[in-house]
């Protein structure tokens, strides 16, 4: 089974920078994927980590560490249409199908 | 090109009803899944399909029943409603596994 723990809610300024954290327990890694999901909308890919590192997209990034469990999204010089809940998600090593197990989403609030 | 298509948006059921939620997509994706997502909380797997004529329990199955006779749809079907059905149900399909889900707008069910 999998265990995924991320922070419930974060706030920040417009312009600034979050850091949202996501640990997982699995019995077999094979990836980590980053969702956005904005209010009453359906979750869109963000961003994708099978190796340890930082993979960087824009103004998004996604950093990976397997042998700590740990991951984290940073999203840079924050705008108001960044204001959504953002869902880690792992794939198992021996999940058929592809099926990736969700954490609870953090939900990120970005004031003027 | 309209990626994964859920219908309807909405539905009101009362307690003891059935129906089926329709989803369809036109990527020729072989991967399909179905997740509940209640609110404030994360998605949860229903079922999934690796390709045609193949279905799988995902985590909470209880309830439920899945299709898949062709690549395109994916159809999910509640036989007697309760109201621990009541949540927003989210379609989804893959091509590979390093690639995201697409996901569908999603289905609004309230048993009551």
């Known amino acids: 089974g999998q265990n995924i723990d991320q922070p419930t809610e974060m706030t920040a ?12 327990q699995t019995s077999g890694f094979n990836g980590l994927f980053w969702y956005q999901q904005h209010a009453g909308e359906a979750p869109t890919f963000l961003s994708y980590n099978v190796l340890d590192g930082l993979e960087e997209k824009g103004r998004f990034s996604s950093f990976l560490s397997r ?3 740990y991951s984290y999204l940073l999203l840079k010089e924050l705008q108001m249409k960044d204001s959504a809940s ?3 998600a792992v794939r198992d090593h021996g999940a058929a199908g592809n099926k990736l197990t969700f954490g609870g989403g953090t939900r990120v609030l970005v004031k003027p | 090109n309209a990626g994964v298509t859920q219908t309807p948006k909405f539905r009101i059921l009362k307690i003891g009803q059935s129906m089926t939620l329709q989803c369809t997509q ?17 998605l949860k797997l229903i079922y999934y399909s690796v390709g045609a004529g193949i279905t799988d329990k995902g985590e909470v199955p209880n309830g439920y029943n899945v299709s898949r006779s062709t690549t395109e749809d994916f159809p999910l079907r509640l036989e007697l409603a309760a109201p621990s059905q ?4 989210f379609c989804a399909s893959s091509r590979e596994a390093s690639y995201g889900y697409t996901f569908g707008s999603g289905t609004r069910l309230t048993v009551v």
């Open chain 2, 26 to 42: 036109d990527m020729n994706h072989n991967y399909m899944y179905w997740y509940r997502q209640d609110p404030g909380m994360g």
């Open chain 1, 13 to 24: 300024t417009e312009g600034a920078i979050v850091q949202i954290n996501c640990t997982y």
């Open chain 1, 67 to 69: 042998s700590k469990g």
């Open chain 2, 86 to 89: 009541t949540s927003v149900y």
């Open chain 1, 86 to 88: 953002y869902l880690c």
